[in-house]
């Protein structure tokens, strides 16, 4: 089992440099099967998300090759065959081969996928999407089997604007008969990113990144070379860490636009930024006013940064609230905040900070991805020695996080026992 260790309280200064986006990175390489030749993708990031989605193009004997930090997938010799449990298990992410199975053999066999148990999840507007454009879709227990004659363009309307489920209806949609029209889509810059490579490869997509995304079907899609994005939410934890420990902590590769609302808060509460075109620096103050953030859909405020956010606002003095509206169970890290000494407390969605709090090393739990990485950000700030346990959820996400902390002043490390 693997453990990290940090010892808190230390001042940061120096560069970090976000890597590219893993939820754009965990679409793209299955989006990378629509291709009738071979699609190169840069600024892959090195975490194990990556690494689960290469074993099952592997699995589906897709040629895929690494080097650094970019990625050539080759589906020419591709076998349309049932992802396994295991598989589609291990991320959330598996979810995307199945629209882009069903766009490419009209037929996708997997399970329901992993992820972070952060709220029930459901899949039922993919699948809807899917039924929409004239697949038909059985499943038993967690196995599912979707599949068409034909697909045909349609309208549809997303009753909840979900990130996955707009991607996966692009993927589905990318080779149909005729138009698609998705309505209500989410407009995520990882959507954007996915629209933008597969226009590369000669897809047929407007609205990317706007609430209504037309598709029109084409036939083959050719080669291609593309960049992921830098990683929001990699960056905004950094900056988060930055306005904790920085002195001053440059963010760098970063689309500041990207994390606007973010960057907005911090403001609010009175953090030192300054905001260059593609890096943020930042610098600890000696104290923060209080705030409300309510999580929302892009460009609102991420619910993939609430829980860092949290962490930031037991320094502010004062009352804060963070309304959680898109996951029902993103409250994981709160006993862990806790334990290491904040005053935070949990009713219905909402979850109340009361600050300046003294936080003091302890034992905790990265519980899901962004519950670890509010761990780690705690464990930077705190008094004495942290140690997280379940790191494989950080580790998921954050590539290089050790190597990148270290580099400017951290001690942290990951212990093997
Ligand atoms: C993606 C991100 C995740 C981020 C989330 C919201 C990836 C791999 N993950 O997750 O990091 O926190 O967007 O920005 O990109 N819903 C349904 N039915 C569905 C689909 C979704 O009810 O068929 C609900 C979900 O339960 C949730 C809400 O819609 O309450 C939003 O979910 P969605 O945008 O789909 O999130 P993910 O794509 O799972």
Redesign the pocket.
């Given at each position: 089992m693997k453990i990290m260790e940090i010892s808190g309280g230390k001042e940061l200064s120096g560069t970090i440099r976000i890597s590219g986006a893993k939820?754009a990175t965990?679409?793209l390489i299955p989006a990378a099967i629509l291709t009738d030749e071979e699609a190169t993708i840069c600024n892959i990031p090195e975490i194990t998300d990556t690494d689960a989605l290469c074993d099952i193009l592997k699995a589906l004997n897709v040629k895929v090759s690494r080097a650094s930090e970019s990625i050539v997938i080759n589906p020419q010799e591709m076998q349309d065959i049932e992802i396994t449990e295991k598989f589609s298990k291990k991320l959330?992410?598996s979810y995307y081969f199945m629209g882009a199975l069903l766009g490419k053999y009209k037929k996708a066999v997997m399970y329901f996928p992993g992820g972070c148990s952060i709220?029930?999840?459901?899949?039922?507007?993919?699948l809807k999407g899917f039924e929409a454009l004239g697949a038909k879709v059985t499943n038993e227990k967690n196995k599912y089997i979707v599949e068409a004659e034909e697909l045909k363009g349609a309208n549809i309307y997303l009753d909840?604007a979900?990130?996955?489920?707009t991607i996966n209806i692009m993927l589905a949609a990318v080779k149909a008969k005729g138009t698609t029209i998705i309505d209500n889509a989410?407009k995520?810059p990882?959507i954007v990113n996915v629209a933008t490579f597969l226009n590369n490869m000669g897809a047929k997509i407007t609205g990317a990144g706007t609430s209504t995304i037309k598709i029109e079907g084409v036939d083959y899609l050719h080669r291609c070379f593309h960049e992921v994005i830098p990683d929001r939410i990699e960056a905004g934890t950094y900056i988060i860490i930055g306005a904790l420990c920085g002195t001053p902590l440059k963010i760098d590769n970063v689309i500041p636009e990207h994390i606007d609302s973010l960057l907005s808060k911090l403001e609010e509460i009175g953090v030192d930024l300054e905001i260059g075109a593609d890096y943020v620096i930042v610098s600890k103050a000696n104290s923060y006013k209080p705030t409300t953030i309510k999580t929302a859909?892009y460009p609102g405020f991420?619910?993939?940064l609430q829980q860092p956010f949290t962490v930031l606002l037991t320094q502010s003095n004062g009352k804060s609230k963070v309304v959680e509206t898109?996951?029902e169970n993103r409250f994981m890290h709160i006993p862990y905040l806790k334990e290491l000494g904040a005053d935070v407390t949990v009713k219905n969605q909402t979850v109340t900070i009361i600050g300046p709090s003294t936080l003091k090393g302890s034992n905790v739990v990265a519980t899901d991805l962004r519950a670890g990485a509010s761990m780690v950000v705690a464990g930077l700030l705190a008094e004495g020695t942290t140690t997280i346990t379940n790191i494989e959820h950080i580790l998921r996400g954050y590539e290089q996080i050790v190597e990148k902390l270290t580099g400017v002043g951290a001690k942290i490390t990951i212990k093997e026992i």
């Amino acid at each position: 089992m693997k453990i990290m260790e940090i010892s808190g309280g230390k001042e940061l200064s120096g560069t970090i440099r976000i890597s590219g986006a893993k939820n754009a990175t965990v679409a793209l390489i299955p989006a990378a099967i629509l291709t009738d030749e071979e699609a190169t993708i840069c600024n892959i990031p090195e975490i194990t998300d990556t690494d689960a989605l290469c074993d099952i193009l592997k699995a589906l004997n897709v040629k895929v090759s690494r080097a650094s930090e970019s990625i050539v997938i080759n589906p020419q010799e591709m076998q349309d065959i049932e992802i396994t449990e295991k598989f589609s298990k291990k991320l959330r992410a598996s979810y995307y081969f199945m629209g882009a199975l069903l766009g490419k053999y009209k037929k996708a066999v997997m399970y329901f996928p992993g992820g972070c148990s952060i709220g029930a999840r459901p899949i039922d507007l993919h699948l809807k999407g899917f039924e929409a454009l004239g697949a038909k879709v059985t499943n038993e227990k967690n196995k599912y089997i979707v599949e068409a004659e034909e697909l045909k363009g349609a309208n549809i309307y997303l009753d909840i604007a979900s990130v996955g489920a707009t991607i996966n209806i692009m993927l589905a949609a990318v080779k149909a008969k005729g138009t698609t029209i998705i309505d209500n889509a989410a407009k995520e810059p990882e959507i954007v990113n996915v629209a933008t490579f597969l226009n590369n490869m000669g897809a047929k997509i407007t609205g990317a990144g706007t609430s209504t995304i037309k598709i029109e079907g084409v036939d083959y899609l050719h080669r291609c070379f593309h960049e992921v994005i830098p990683d929001r939410i990699e960056a905004g934890t950094y900056i988060i860490i930055g306005a904790l420990c920085g002195t001053p902590l440059k963010i760098d590769n970063v689309i500041p636009e990207h994390i606007d609302s973010l960057l907005s808060k911090l403001e609010e509460i009175g953090v030192d930024l300054e905001i260059g075109a593609d890096y943020v620096i930042v610098s600890k103050a000696n104290s923060y006013k209080p705030t409300t953030i309510k999580t929302a859909v892009y460009p609102g405020f991420p619910t993939d940064l609430q829980q860092p956010f949290t962490v930031l606002l037991t320094q502010s003095n004062g009352k804060s609230k963070v309304v959680e509206t898109i996951f029902e169970n993103r409250f994981m890290h709160i006993p862990y905040l806790k334990e290491l000494g904040a005053d935070v407390t949990v009713k219905n969605q909402t979850v109340t900070i009361i600050g300046p709090s003294t936080l003091k090393g302890s034992n905790v739990v990265a519980t899901d991805l962004r519950a670890g990485a509010s761990m780690v950000v705690a464990g930077l700030l705190a008094e004495g020695t942290t140690t997280i346990t379940n790191i494989e959820h950080i580790l998921r996400g954050y590539e290089q996080i050790v190597e990148k902390l270290t580099g400017v002043g951290a001690k942290i490390t990951i212990k093997e026992i």
